[in-house]
């Protein structure tokens, strides 16, 4: 691949992150729809992608070897927000049982009368519970959906020569 080519392909990896991280954020924010424990780890990877993402572009004139590694390694991070969301279908079909912190909330309380608080006041949103779905398909089927595809592309583009 060429560096014009690697350069769009890890700027495209950002892109696309950011947007389907600002999807998520959008739907709690302005849609109401409160992420369980499993919807948050589900956001984490795609904060990966997009610094990867973002260092490829800017090393690939230069350094088109190490752009290389960061979009393969941006590959890795959507193949592990993959295994999250598939994980987290999983636990939406009753497959098998989510992690402790499911229908827990979560945070950094520090005291007791912190942790009262934060208890009392945070919504208690189930990992086993589909709040969206659209044609059937949660918002984490469609995440797993899109990690996959992602993970495809970006391994593929990063191993590719030319």
Same mark, same amino acid.
């Given at each position: @691949?060429?560096?014009?080519?690697?350069?769009?392909?890890?700027?495209?990896?950002?892109?696309?992150?950011?947007?389907?991280?600002?999807?998520?954020?959008?739907?709690?924010?302005?849609?109401?729809?409160?992420?369980?424990?499993?919807?948050?780890?589900?956001?984490?990877?795609?904060?990966?992608?997009?610094?990867?993402?973002?260092?490829?572009?800017?090393?690939?004139?230069?350094?088109?070897?190490?752009?290389?590694?960061?979009?393969?390694?941006?590959?890795?991070?959507?193949?592990?927000?993959?295994?999250?969301?598939?994980?987290?279908?999983?636990? #939406?079909?009753?497959?098998?049982?989510?992690?402790?912190?499911?229908?827990?909330?979560?945070?950094?309380? @520090?005291?007791? #009368?912190?942790?009262?608080?934060?208890?009392?006041?945070?919504?208690?949103?189930?990992?086993? #519970?589909?709040?969206?779905?659209?044609?059937?398909?949660? @918002?984490?089927?469609?995440?797993?959906?899109?990690?996959?595809?992602?993970?495809?592309?970006?391994?593929?583009?990063?191993?590719?020569?030319?």
């Amino acid at each position: @691949m060429n560096r014009i080519d690697l350069r769009l392909a890890s700027l495209a990896t950002a892109l696309l992150s950011a947007a389907i991280l600002g999807t998520a954020l959008l739907s709690q924010y302005v849609g109401g729809l409160q992420p369980c424990v499993l919807c948050v780890y589900q956001r984490w990877p795609y904060v990966v992608t997009i610094a990867l993402g973002l260092a490829g572009f800017a090393l690939a004139r230069r350094h088109p070897a190490a752009a290389r590694i960061a979009l393969g390694l941006a590959g890795l991070a959507f193949l592990v927000g993959g295994g999250i969301a598939g994980f987290h279908v999983g636990v #939406e079909q009753g497959w098998w049982q989510g992690t402790s912190g499911c229908g827990a909330p979560t945070g950094g309380a @520090m005291t007791l #009368e912190d942790l009262r608080a934060q208890v009392l006041a945070a919504p208690v949103v189930r990992c086993d #519970e589909v709040p969206w779905s659209l044609l059937g398909i949660s @918002m984490a089927g469609y995440n797993f959906i899109l990690s996959l595809a992602l993970a495809a592309a970006t391994l593929w583009l990063a191993a590719r020569r030319r």
